[in-house]
């Protein structure tokens, strides 16, 4: 089945187009902070419809780091280590790793 809405894609879209969104459900649904009024609720809806659920560059990056095992909180590791004490060890270790994967 084709995935109709990519709920932080479209989250990103309407919060980059100024809309006060809180969270985009995957069924579609959109949560916002207040009524939003009837030009943002067109705006919401154009939105929507020019909406590509293909995941961004960022996430298949990202889902290519999580199925080769590297985490998130390795990446922060590795950068702490490279930027507050100047030990780039780890950070070039996962450099390796990541442009295998690419």
Not at 20 to 34: I, L, M, Q, Y
Not at 39 to 45: C, E, T
């Given at each position: 089945m084709t995935e109709l809405i990519n709920p932080e894609k479209l989250h990103?879209?309407?919060?980059a187009a100024g809309l006060?969104?809180?969270?985009?459900?995957?069924?579609?649904?959109?949560?916002?902070?207040?009524a939003l009024t009837k030009?943002?609720?067109?705006?919401?809806?154009s939105i929507i419809s020019?909406?590509?659920?293909?995941?961004s560059e960022e996430e298949i990056f990202l889902e290519k780091l999580r199925v080769a095992g590297i985490s998130t909180d390795q990446l922060v590791l590795a950068l702490?280590?490279?930027?507050?004490?100047?030990?780039?060890?780890?950070?070039?270790?996962?450099?390796?790793?990541i442009n295998q994967l690419i």
């Open positions: 990103q879209e309407l919060k006060p969104v809180v969270g985009v459900s995957s069924a579609g649904r959109v949560d916002t902070e207040k030009a943002q609720q067109d705006q919401v809806q020019a909406h590509d659920p293909a995941p702490w280590q490279r930027v507050m004490l100047d030990d780039p060890a780890l950070s070039e270790q996962q450099a390796k790793e």
